[in-house]
């Protein structure tokens, strides 16, 4: 007698057929200003950027919420500003504050046809840059603030079982750390190095 085997097939498959179009354009300029009665020892840079982003979903799934067709553009002036001192011709030490920004857009995954709005950062710095004893030793330093608002998140969709996704913009993170590396030469052809680095996230 034969055996008849029978069995139901369940696809899990989500079908998701998309098209994602990025372009971005950017200029940007930096200037850097020496006084002289410092023995052009003290560096002042100021820079801008302004930078287009445009984001284009093209969505043709038969699932919902698609068939759907999303455009949106985002643009921003970013800057930097940075200090500079030349202790010595082996010794500089820095300050620099800077803003920056990702862009926003859309998640295939999501229902959302607002999409998401872009992540912006201001971080600040302070450092210091060596090289000892004859070229030798290299020592470098740095301690750092950045400021994260809109935070792009991604998220799970309740009661999808984790199928569907969408990105969110949070509230607010901060990012506070120190970064530190020496590398020394022992003698010629020898060499050792060490860095550590900390950083507290909130």
């Known amino acids: 007698p034969g055996i008849t085997l029978n069995s139901i097939g369940l696809n899990l498959d989500t079908l998701l057929a998309y098209r994602h179009i990025s372009r971005s354009a950017a200029a940007f300029s930096q200037l ?11 560096s002042v840079t100021g820079g801008i950027r302004y930078t287009e982003d445009k984001k284009h979903l093209i969505q043709s799934s038969p699932t919902p919420p698609a068939p759907r067709e999303l455009t949106r553009k985002f643009t921003r002036l970013n800057w930097l500003a940075n200090i500079s001192y030349q202790w010595t011709d082996d010794i500089m030490t820095y300050a ?19 999409g998401f709005n872009p992540e912006d950062i201001i971080s600040y710095e302070i450092g210091i840059k060596s090289e000892l004893f004859d070229r030798r ?19 799970f969709l309740a009661g999808t ?4 996704s969408t990105t969110v913009n949070a509230a607010k993170a901060t990012y506070t750390g120190i ?9 010629d052809g020898f060499t050792v190095d060490a860095s550590i680095g900390y950083t507290d996230r909130k």
């Open 96 to 114: 620099r504050a800077s803003t920056g920004y990702k862009a926003g857009g859309f998640n295939a995954r999501a229902a959302d046809n607002n």
């Open 137 to 155: 030793v290299r020592f470098n330093a740095a301690a750092f603030h950045a400021i994260y608002d809109d935070l792009q998140v991604q998220q």
């Open 179 to 187: 970064e530190a590396e020496i590398l020394a030469q022992v003698f």
């Open 32 to 42: 850097t200003w020496k006084p002289a009665g410092l023995d052009n020892r003290l």
């Open 161 to 164: 079982n984790g199928a569907a």
